[in-house]
Antibody, heavy 116, light 112 residues
Framework: QVQLVESGGGVVQPGGSLRLSCAAS????????MHWVRQAPGKGLEWVAF????????YYADSVKGRFTISRDTSKNTLYLQMNSLRAEDTALYYC?????????WGQGTLVTVSS | DVVMTQSPLSLPVTLGQPASISCRSS???????????LNWFQQRPGQSPRRLIY???NRDSGVPDRFSGSGSGTDFTLKISRVEAEDVGIYYC?????????FGQGTRLEIK
């Protein structure tokens, strides 16, 4: 069965960095585009970043552009989100989700807290 | 950016009664490939979002048939024919036709 398992969240000071991972299993990872979506505490869903299956295209929300980088390692079936220059407003539960338009499977999320 | 506007934001419903959530987009969601990439998600308390409906009206496997999606262009609706206790949660529409991908604000469904 399809599984997406996020990790790498934690508490970080403003201006700091963190790298999130999303381990994929149960499907052919190399064939699917992937997304990161976040949810601030008590708030709605916000799309963050996208990467095509072959890494030929990457898109970012304006709120993270220039600070976050999405990448993937097909040999490890893993999606990444490198987050730099973190701000308090980046505090959220970060989910990975599968497919360009479908978002048919989501992980359980990993919590990032940016606080001094 | 395409703005997705849901209404109502809060929806108290009596068990067994129908419920309806509207989602309007600030521009047409018809993609150049002819598809309309409008999805509906359910987020139960403490859980990840779960897709219910994709491309306006296609129900996901395992989703009860009391859930249905309809609409076209800029106007979309999620209907629950008879609300059950397990339907409590927040419902989001999402468009994936235009970049950036955007979500509605969410509609909180509760039992009266």
């Amino acid at each position: 069965q399809v599984q997406l398992v996020e990790s790498g969240g934690g508490v970080v000071q403003p201006g700091g960095s963190l790298r999130l991972s999303c381990a994929a299993s149960g499907f052919t990872f190399s064939r699917y585009a992937m997304h990161w979506v976040r949810q601030a505490p008590g708030k709605g869903l916000e799309w963050v970043a996208f990467i095509r299956h072959d890494e030929s295209s990457k898109y970012y929300a304006d709120s993270v552009k220039g600070r976050f980088t999405i990448s993937r390692d097909t040999s490890k079936n893993t999606l990444y989100l490198q987050m730099n220059s973190l701000r308090a407003e980046d505090t959220a539960l970060y989910y990975c989700a599968r497919d360009r338009t479908n978002f048919d499977f989501w992980g359980q999320g990993t919590l990032v807290t940016v606080s001094s | 950016d395409v703005v997705m506007t849901q209404s109502p934001l809060s929806l108290p419903v009596t068990l067994g009664q129908p419920a309806s959530i509207s989602c309007r987009s600030s521009q047409s969601l018809v993609h150049s490939d002819g598809n309309t990439y409008l999805n509906w998600f359910q987020q139960r308390p403490g859980q990840s979002p779960r897709r219910l409906i994709y491309k306006v009206s296609n129900r996901d496997s395992g989703v009860p048939d009391r859930f249905s999606g309809s609409g076209s262009g800029t106007d979309f609706t999620l209907k629950i024919s008879r609300v059950e206790a397990e339907d409590v949660g927040i419902y989001y529409c999402m468009q994936a036709t235009h970049w950036p991908i955007t979500f509605g604000q969410g509609t909180r469904l509760e039992i009266k």
